[in-house]
């Protein structure tokens, strides 16, 4: 399957400081990507989906002025996380197409906001 | 309702039986399906795609889809140990919505000795 990675792989912050989180896809090229997050013991919900050099689409209840999304190249995605607080404390994942259909994850960022 | 709704669990096998998942999905119009494995801590990992209706099979893997039912499945033949994790089942809609995937809640399989 395709290779998708993700840096950092866990940080851990101050309250109001803001972190990035990058996604590339090592051996493909994804036009489109997608960022999730996961809280203990629940599934996935999609955040948004990102367009390589157009806005990304969020879900709805999800701010876009403080999930920031760049996806500036067919090979990297970004989401910036501004101003954390403690709730948005979580395990962060971006997923990528690897085909025609499938999605392929990469292996999360965990986000600790103190 | 849920979109896509997956047996609660937690299921409990032992090594060597048969584990079966089950998911159902509530549009209709859904093109794509997947099976997901998550070990606790992990991202998920893709195990089973699965498009037309019928049953395909990967090792010891076998999807089964229902598309008239909207009913997906995923049955784990001589389970082991190492199978002991979340089972995510996904559905994609298609058409506009390309690509996005809306998941289940899971379902924990533990697999004993």
């Known amino acids: 399957g395709a290779v998708v990675s993700q840096h950092p792989s866990w940080v851990i912050c101050k309250s109001g400081t803001s972190v990035k989180i990058e996604c590339r896809s090592l051996?493909?090229?994804?036009?489109?990507m997608f960022w999730y997050r996961q809280f203990p013991k629940q599934s996935l919900m999609l955040m948004a989906t990102?367009?390589?050099?157009?806005?990304?689409?969020?879900e709805q209840g999800v701010e876009k002025d403080k999930f920031l999304i760049n996806h500036a190249s067919l090979t990297l995605s970004t989401l910036t996380v501004t101003s954390a607080h403690p709730e948005d404390s979580s395990f962060y994942i971006c997923?990528?197409?690897?085909?025609?259909?499938?999605?392929?994850f990469g292996p999360g960022t965990r986000l600790t906001v103190t | 309702q849920k979109e896509v709704e997956q047996n609660s669990g937690p299921l409990s096998v032992p090594e060597g039986a048969i584990a079966s998942l089950n998911c159902t999905y509530s549009?209709?119009?859904?093109?794509?399906f997947f099976w997901y494995r998550q070990y606790s801590g992990k991202s998920p990992e893709l195990i089973m795609s699965?498009?037309?209706?019928g049953d395909k099979e990967d090792g010891r893997f076998t999807a089964q889809l229902n598309k008239a039912s909207q009913y997906v499945s995923l049955l784990i033949r001589d389970s082991q140990p190492s199978d002991s994790a979340t089972y995510l089942c996904?559905?994609?809609?298609?058409?506009?919505?390309?690509?996005?995937?809306?998941f289940g809640q899971g379902t924990i399989l533990t697999v004993h000795p």
């Open positions: 997923s990528a197409h690897g085909g025609a259909h499938e999605q392929y």
């Open positions: 051996d493909f090229q994804a036009t489109t």
């Open positions: 990102s367009n390589e050099g157009s806005k990304a689409t969020y």
């Open positions: 549009d209709r119009g859904s093109q794509s």
């Open positions: 699965i498009y037309s209706n």
């Open positions: 996904a559905v994609n809609a298609g058409g506009t919505s390309y690509g996005k995937l809306t």
